[in-house]
C-alpha cells in the first residue's frame, strides 16, 4: 500500500484547485510506513483561553496549501526530492472535551509516527497539542526554537495547568526541553501578570521580545538561536500570532506590532541544517480569518518548515 509514497509526488501537473485537499497535495498515508516526513492536523483547541476555532486549522489550511508548489525559490529546496512525504491525516480524538485525556491521544499517534521513524510536522490546533507533540519525540531534553507572541510559560487556568499558555512550562517541568537551549522569538503584548515572561527568564530561556528583533534585525537572532541550539536535537514551533495580525488576523490571540511575513520566512530559512525532531504550524483560526489569508500564511509556513524538515532530515 505504500508505493503511492514517491519523489515524484505530489503531482504537481495537475491543476492545483482539483482533488481533495491534503497538506501540500502530498498524498494520503494509508499506513505509517516508507515515509520520512509525516503531515499530521491536530484539529483540537479544547485547551483556548480567549476566541475559538483552531480545531477547525488543520482542514482550512489543508484547503489553501494547495496553492503550494515544491521548489523553494530563496534556497532551492525540493522537499519532495529529498524525502518521503505524505499526509497521515488527523489525529482522531474520542475524549475531546478532557484535555488531558485528548493530550494523550496526541501522545498516542505522534509516539507511532516516531516508532515508524517519521518527523512529524504537524498543523495546530491550540498551542497545547505542543507538550504531547514533545513528549512523544523528546528522547532527551530538546533544544527549543519557539515563534510566537507569546512565552507561553504562564502557570493554570481556570483550573487547568495544559491550557495554550502554558505547555512550554510543563515541557520544562517534564524535562522535555532545555532551557539553556531554548530561545523564544517574536514576544510582545501587555499581560496582567509577568508571570510567564519571568518563568522563561528564570528558567534560563533567551527571550526575544519583538521590538529586539526589529531593532538588531533577523540576522543576528538567527545567528545568535543558532549558537544557542548547536548541534542539539531540535524542535521547532510556530505559534501564528507570532506574525503581525495584518498577515494573520485569524487566530485566537492576535497582538498587534508582530513579525512581518519576510521576516518569518527569514527566520525559518536562517534555521536550516539543524537537528531537527519535528516541527509544528499551530493556532489558525478559521472562523476569525479574512479571505483564507491566515490559512494561506500558515500553509506557506508549513511549506517552509519542511523544506527545511527535509533538507534536515535527508542529510542524517
Ligand atoms: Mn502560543
Ligand atoms: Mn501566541
Same mark, same amino acid.
Given at each position: 500500500m505504500s508505493d503511492y509514497v514517491s519523489p515524484s509526488t505530489p503531482d504537481m501537473l495537475a491543476p492545483r484547485y482539483s482533488g481533495l485537499a491534503t497538506f501540500m497535495r502530498a498524498p494520503i498515508a494509508q499506513a505509517l510506513e516508507k515515509i520520512d516526513i509525516g503531515m499530521v492536523g491536530i484539529p483540537y483547541d479544547g485547551a483556548l483561553t480567549n476566541r475559538p476555532g483552531a480545531r477547525h486549522g488543520p482542514r482550512e489550511v489543508r484547503n489553501?496549501?494547495?496553492?503550494?508548489?515544491?521548489?523553494?525559490?530563496?534556497?532551492?529546496?525540493?522537499?519532495?526530492?529529498?524525502?518521503?512525504?505524505?499526509?497521515?491525516?488527523?489525529?482522531?480524538?474520542?475524549?475531546?472535551?478532557?484535555?488531558?485525556?485528548?493530550? *494523550? +491521544? @496526541?501522545f498516542n499517534f505522534i509516539g507511532e509516527m516516531v516508532k515508524a521513524g517519521? /518527523?512529524? %510536522? #504537524?498543523?495546530g490546533g491550540d498551542h497545547s497539542v505542543s507538550l504531547p507533540i514533545l513528549r512523544a519525540v523528546a528522547k532527551q531534553p530538546l533544544a527549543f526554537i519557539h515563534i510566537d507572541?507569546?512565552?507561553?510559560?504562564?502557570?493554570?487556568?481556570?483550573?487547568?495547568?495544559?491550557?495554550?499558555?502554558?505547555?512550554?512550562r510543563r515541557a520544562h517541568e517534564e524535562g522535555l526541553i532545555d532551557a539553556t537551549k531554548t530561545v523564544?522569538?517574536?514576544?510582545?503584548?501587555?499581560q496582567n501578570?509577568?508571570?510567564?515572561?519571568?518563568?522563561?527568564?528564570?528558567?534560563?530561556?533567551?527571550?526575544?521580545?519583538?521590538?529586539?528583533?526589529?531593532?538588531?534585525?533577523? *540576522? +543576528? @537572532?538567527?545567528?545568535?538561536?543558532r549558537s544557542i541550539v548547536g548541534d542539539a536535537p /531540535?524542535? %521547532? #514551533?510556530?505559534?501564528?500570532?507570532?506574525?503581525?495580525?495584518?498577515?494573520?488576523?485569524?487566530?485566537?490571540t492576535p497582538e498587534i506590532a508582530g513579525?512581518?511575513?519576510?521576516?518569518?520566512?527569514?527566520?525559518?530559512?536562517?534555521f536550516r541544517k539543524?537537528?531537527?525532531?519535528?516541527?509544528?504550524?499551530?493556532?489558525?483560526?478559521?472562523?476569525?480569518?479574512?479571505?483564507?489569508?491566515?490559512?494561506?500564511?500558515?500553509a506557506t509556513v508549513m511549506y517552509e518548515l519542511l523544506c527545511v524538515l527535509a533538507e534536515a532530515v535527508s542529510a542524517g
Open positions: 489553501q496549501s494547495s496553492l503550494m508548489r515544491s521548489i523553494n525559490h530563496a534556497t532551492r529546496i525540493n522537499p519532495y526530492q529529498l524525502c518521503r512525504i505524505a499526509d497521515v491525516g488527523d489525529i482522531p480524538f474520542e475524549s475531546a472535551f478532557d484535555i488531558e485525556k485528548a493530550h *494523550d +491521544e @496526541i517519521i /518527523v512529524p %510536522l #504537524s498543523c507572541a507569546h512565552t507561553d510559560t504562564w502557570d493554570s487556568f481556570q483550573g487547568s495547568k495544559f491550557n495554550h499558555g502554558a505547555p512550554f523564544q522569538i517574536g514576544i510582545r503584548g501587555a501578570v509577568s508571570e510567564g515572561w519571568d518563568y522563561s527568564k528564570n528558567a534560563g530561556m533567551r527571550v526575544v521580545f519583538v521590538e529586539e528583533l526589529q531593532k538588531r534585525g533577523v *540576522d +543576528e @537572532i538567527v545567528e545568535e538561536t /531540535v524542535y %521547532l #514551533s510556530f505559534d501564528i500570532d507570532s506574525l503581525d495580525p495584518a498577515f494573520a488576523p485569524g487566530t485566537g513579525l512581518t511575513t519576510p521576516e518569518a520566512m527569514a527566520l525559518i530559512r536562517g539543524l537537528s531537527y525532531v519535528g516541527a509544528d504550524m499551530v493556532e489558525v483560526s478559521p472562523p476569525f480569518d479574512t479571505g483564507g489569508l491566515t490559512s494561506m500564511t500558515g
